[in-house]
């Protein structure tokens, strides 16, 4: 199969955004990814969007003027955009398209429209057998996975405390980030319980953002005006939609996505340089770690807590400042893409890893439903 | 069907017997899986020869969380949401009421809620002596 690659990268405008819509800021991060990959609009032959409405694809297309020959309007949450890339590699590597534009924006900040319980239509089974018990959505399946895993593992408050302020800590170095100040993990643990045992500090940020991504062949790759980056492996996978579904709270479907993602790059967790795994709660990369074999199941708490995700640390994660401190506009696989492109670019700044050669990001979507994995290589 | 169903084709029945405050799942004759929700099938033999069986009611505390922020209309916080594991092996979603911990035994009891089904929801097992 051809080598695929990541040839443009771009943040739609973050944190609170008032001079746009969503389809604008689209717009202006697909021209600024496509500049970086040396394009036009009118290269792109391929859309993936999530979540942009009704048929979004199609409202992307015309927003954008583009008529592509292949189309991808899939819903798998915020795990999406790893899927996307998987889905890409395949339309490209295939011939099906030759440039896939891959873009997600979402104004939930300024548009308030995030709600604690979830909208159920009648007669759904979650309205008939779990809305009636008043479990906060998402945060209450979240609860439920940390409290297991404490149960079970005998991981710590402090544990999971210490994977946001190892969050805030990278989002110092970050200037676009939305929360820079110092965070300690005695402050994560007093502030509000909100669903026990996550506290409100435990929880990602609700902002306005997004981005775009441009998947391309060796060939148009080259044309790139910054240095395109290799994808080498993909995967993804989904299990539940209930949480009474998910068989093992402790286990989610990255375990099966990094495997697969794994081993087509031909890679085992040493050799990863940096990793951006998806932070919607403080346990999410916790399972991140152990599902992807980066540590034993049970030991991600510990590994946090250990410093090892640290700007100095073994392994550096979460380098944007993740959901937790960076951005979260509802869905951030994207972003977690844009980072690791710009890490391997050696573009990031005061938060550049030194030397990263391979970069996983990791996306979760739904209650830890649906899991995507992209492993990416400089040249 | 008639307009007085509660829920739907498929959990009409479970509900019907939670009128009667009786706890069913969905039992498998030729395997002997229970599932829950209900399928038109067995998911671990795909045997069709699937029927209502009346569960124990008892069950262990998978995981449970205490929700401390309101979420709307009829939740008053803080209270308890917990998974609960049947003795005949699905788990639930439910509402824990007394004091429990993760891994305790715990039976089912009924919310009223007319004119809707009662509501099945968990209470702890009084240890013996």
């Known amino acids: 199969m051809d080598d695929v690659f990541v040839a443009g990268v771009a943040e739609t405008p973050l944190g609170e955004v008032r001079d746009h819509t969503e389809l604008s800021m689209i717009a ?57 890339v998987h889905h890409a590699l395949v339309a490209v590597a295939t011939g099906r398209c030759e440039v896939a534009l891959i873009a ?42 940390a409290a297991r895993h404490m149960h079970q593992f005998g991981t710590t408050a402090e544990q999971l405390a210490a994977v946001a302020v190892t969050a805030r800590e990278w989002a110092a170095r970050n200037p676009k980030a939305w929360r820079r100040d110092p965070l300690s993990v005695d402050d994560v643990l007093a502030s509000d319980m909100v669903s026990d045992p996550l506290h409100r500090l435990d929880c990602c940020l609700v902002t306005d953002g997004g981005g775009a991504l441009v998947v391309t062949n060796g060939a148009r790759a080259r044309d790139a005006a910054k240095p395109a980056v290799r994808v080498i492996g993909v995967g993804e996978s989904h299990m539940h939609w209930h949480i009474s579904q998910m068989s093992d709270l402790t286990e989610t479907p990255g375990r099966a996505s990094g495997a697969a993602a794994f081993s087509m790059a031909g890679i085992v967790p040493g050799d990863v340089d940096v990793l951006e795994p998806y932070d919607a709660f403080t346990i999410t990369p916790i399972l991140a770690l152990e599902d992807l074999g980066f540590c034993e199941k049970g030991e991600g708490g510990a590994f946090v807590e250990e410093g090892r995700l640290r700007p100095d640390g073994s392994l550096p994660a979460l380098t944007s400042g993740g959901g937790l401190s960076y951005n979260h506009p509802g869905a951030f ?29 990791h996306g979760f979507g739904g209650l830890l439903s649906v899991a995507s994995t992209v492993v990416l290589a400089s040249e | ?30 395997c002997g899986a229970a599932q829950f929700y209900p399928r038109p099938f067995c998911l671990a033999c795909e045997s069709d020869a699937v029927e209502w069986s009346e569960a124990s009611g008892l069950a262990q505390v998978y995981s449970m969380t205490t929700v401390r922020i309101p979420i709307g209309a009829g939740f008053e916080p803080p209270y308890v949401v917990a998974l609960v594991e049947l003795d005949e092996g699905p788990r639930l979603v439910t509402n824990l009421v007394g004091d429990c911990s993760i891994g305790d035994r715990v039976r089912v009891a009924w919310r009223d809620r007319d004119p809707d089904p009662p509501l099945p929801v968990f209470e702890p097992i009084p240890k013996e002596g």
């Open chain 1, 28 to 84: 202006v991060a697909a021209k600024e990814a496509l500049a970086e990959a040396g394009m036009s609009l009118r290269d792109v032959d391929g859309i993936f969007v999530h979540r942009m409405g009704e048929e979004g694809s199609v409202q992307v297309g015309e927003y954008l003027g583009l008529q592509p020959r292949y189309a991808d309007s899939s819903d798998l949450g915020g795990a999406s955009f790893e899927a996307f």
């Open chain 1, 104 to 145: 997600y924006a979402s104004r939930q900040r300024s548009k308030r429209s995030r709600t604690r319980a979830r909208q159920e239509a009648e007669d759904t089974i979650r309205s008939q057998f779990e809305s009636p018990y008043g479990l906060p959505f998402p945060i209450g399946s979240y609860a439920l996975v």
């Open chain 1, 333 to 361: 696989g994207l972003l977690l893409l844009v980072e690791a492109v710009r890490q391997l670019r050696g573009e990031a700044g005061d938060r550049q890893v030194p030397g990263a050669r391979i970069a996983v990001a």
């Open chain 2, 1 to 30: 069907m008639s307009d007085d169903r509660f829920g739907d084709a498929l959990t009409a029945p479970f509900w019907e017997a939670a009128r009667e405050r009786r706890l069913v799942v969905q039992a498998c004759t030729a």
